[in-house]
């Protein structure tokens, strides 16, 4: 069965330093893997995904992310983090390959601060 | 080209009601599935509809139910409304089941409050 772990309820970073969002999953088959951010009051929107075709995945806004099979993570990062940036961030896991729902974490709430 | 869009945005009932919950799929998307998000918590799938069957289904008991229409258009009901209802519900759409992993194109939730 897949799973996605988040390591960290809440991050908090100042603005222009680094941001590094933990992603840990569980699958028995080769994973797809998605970042989606969630800013207050809003629906859910896609950061990246990964589908085996890269193991580095850029993605909007500036973000990226890079699957590490061996050490079963998909983290996220942004080199310079903006006051925009303040959301909830979550990881998720596509259950069964590449048809089935969505599996989430609890999500990251991540704050920038001036 | 228009996004997801549900309706109503917010609703309260009591606790032992019904309610519905619409969802306008994206243009073009022929796949609907539903996600129930409670406070603090990453959404979790309740079901998923191609086209107007369901196909998949979490761990949820069957008074959620949900439909789809000829126009890909969803309704999701929940019957006998408890406390633990109360949360965002999402709804999102993809394209056919067929050919890789579809992205899911989130609407903005619905939020149930049951008193």
């Known amino acids: 069965a897949q799973s996605v772990t988040q390591l960290g309820s809440h991050v908090s970073v100042s603005e222009g330093a680094l941001v590094l969002l933990r992603c840990n999953y569980s699958s028995s088959v080769p994973p797809y893997l998605f970042w989606y951010v969630q800013y207050p009051n809003q629906g859910l929107q896609l950061l990246l995904k990964y589908t085996s075709a890269a193991t580095l995945v850029k993605g909007i806004n500036g973000f990226e992310a890079e699957f590490k099979k061996s050490e079963t993570s998909f983290h996220l990062t942004k080199p310079s983090a903006h006051m925009s940036d303040a959301a909830e961030y979550f990881c998720a896991v596509r259950r069964g390959g590449s048809q089935g729902n969505l599996i989430f974490g609890k999500g990251t709430k991540l704050s920038v601060k001036p | 080209e228009t996004g997801v869009t549900q309706s109503p945005t917010h609703l309260i009932k009591t606790r032992g009601q019904q309610v519905t919950l619409r969802c306008s799929s994206q243009?073009?998307?022929?796949?609907v599935s539903w996600y129930q998000q409670a406070l603090g918590q990453g959404p979790q799938f309740i079901f998923q509809y191609y086209r107007e069957e369901e196909n998949g289904r979490g761990n949820f008991p069957p008074r959620f139910s949900g439909l789809q229409f000829p126009n890909y258009s969803s309704e999701l009901n929940v019957n006998a409304l408890e406390l633990d209802d109360s949360a965002l519900y999402l709804c999102?759409?993809?394209?056919?089941?067929?050919?890789?992993?579809?992205?899911?194109?989130f609407g903005e939730g619905s939020r149930l409050t049951v008193l």
């Open positions: 999102a759409s993809s394209k056919s089941l067929a050919g890789g992993p579809g992205e899911l194109f």
């Open positions: 243009s073009g998307h022929n796949t």
